[in-house]
T-cell receptor
Framework: GDSVTQTEGLVTLTKGLPVMLNCTYQ??????LFWYVQHLNEAPKLLLK?????KRTEHQGFYATLHKSSSSFHLQKSSVQLSDSALYFC????????????FGTGTRLQVLP | DPKIIQKPKYLVAVTGSEKILICEQY?????MYWYRQSAKKPLEFMFS???????DNQTASSRFQPQSSKKNHLDLQITALKPDDSATYFC?????????????FGEGSKLTVL
């Protein structure tokens, strides 16, 4: 079946440092990949999405590149801010006759002053 | 203003009882969903609806019954509640079903079963 793996449960960084949150996936289809961000006591919101191989997509200082050869869609930012502290979910939508978005377990990013 | 309204925001129930979680979306979307988030599991897909028709059901238990009285409503009835049902239940919507577009989430209903 389709699955998403996020290896880090918690990432703690000092503000101003770069960050990379890992995401790998498994699917037999040509998928859409997403990053959602959930701040404390809020709803998850879309941060990035991509279906194009080897093309970087950016939003709000975050960026990610879908690499189909390695089934990866890692999220990066060059300089984290305190307001980036949140739970980040990588998600997969198989390009098939379903709209069942599969989420990873999430990575909590904690940015310290 | 929230475009997807979920009620109640918090609820506590006793084992064996029944609860209904309410969801209304004002985005003009045609597809709606329920997801569950617990301490042990990520956002877990439960149901998807398109134009009030059930499209996907990933919930093994018949104790969970979605109900759609209007295109912009998708309630979730949970019967014979168990402590393991304790979770935050998120309603979501998208413009259409099957177009792999963006999901918009409500703020969730946090259910605690004692």
């Amino acid at each position: 079946g389709d699955s998403v793996t996020q290896t880090e449960g918690l990432v703690t960084l000092t503000k101003g440092l770069p960050v990379m949150l890992n995401c790998t996936y498994q699917t037999t289809y040509s998928p859409f990949l997403f990053w959602y961000v959930q701040h404390l006591n809020e709803a998850p919101k879309l941060l990035l999405k991509s279906s194009t191989d080897n093309k970087r997509t950016e939003h709000q200082g975050f960026y990610a590149t879908l690499h189909k050869s390695s089934s990866s869609f890692h999220l990066q930012k060059s300089s984290v801010q305190l307001s980036d502290s949140a739970l980040y979910f990588c998600a997969l939508s198989p390009s098939s006759n379903t709209n069942k978005v599969v989420f990873g377990t999430g990575t909590r990013l904690q940015v310290l002053p | 203003d929230p475009k997807i309204i979920q009620k109640p925001k918090y609820l506590v129930a006793v084992t064996g009882s029944e609860k209904i979680l309410i969801c209304e979306q004002y985005l003009g979307h045609n597809a709606m969903y329920w997801y569950r988030q617990s301490a042990k599991k990520p956002l877990e897909f439960m149901f998807s609806y398109s134009y009030q028709k059930l499209m996907d059901n990933q919930t093994a238990s018949s104790r969970f019954q979605p109900q759609s009285s209007k295109k912009n409503h998708l309630d979730l009835q949970i019967t014979a509640l168990k402590p393991d049902d304790s979770a935050t239940y998120f309603c979501a919507s998208s413009q259409d079903w099957g177009n792999t577009g963006q999901l918009y989430f409500g703020e969730g209903s946090k259910l605690t079963v004692l």
